[in-house]
């Protein structure tokens, strides 16, 4: 596998801005969104601007929605370091 390289993370985007993204990624407003996981849409754009943090109900909530891993959404800007073998 070594036919491939690491795509370089070229902005550090917050909690809210990667919900944001992924939500439009999908098309889906912040009213669909709130229908999909019942989460106001008031609370979904608080934690789009990053005025209310995500929590982890709602991180498990907005990913199955989003089709994605809470993870991604929690940590957007972690960055996986290889490990060279030895």
């Known amino acids: 596998m070594k036919s491939y390289r690491l795509a370089k993370r070229m902005i550090d985007v917050s909690v809210g801005e ?8 999908q ?4 009213n ?10 008031s609370t979904i754009s608080a934690i789009e601007n990053d005025r209310v943090q995500l929590g982890v109900e709602r ?4 990913a199955k929605a989003l089709k994605c891993h809470p ?4 940590f957007p800007g972690w960055e996986v370091k290889q490990e060279t073998a030895a």
Request: charged fraction near 25%.
């Open 18 to 25: 990667s919900v944001r993204i992924i939500r439009e990624l």
């Open 59 to 62: 991180a498990k909530a907005l």
């Open 27 to 30: 098309e889906l407003s912040q």
């Open 71 to 74: 993870a991604v959404l929690v």
């Open 32 to 41: 669909d969104l709130a229908e999909l996981t019942g989460i106001p849409q």
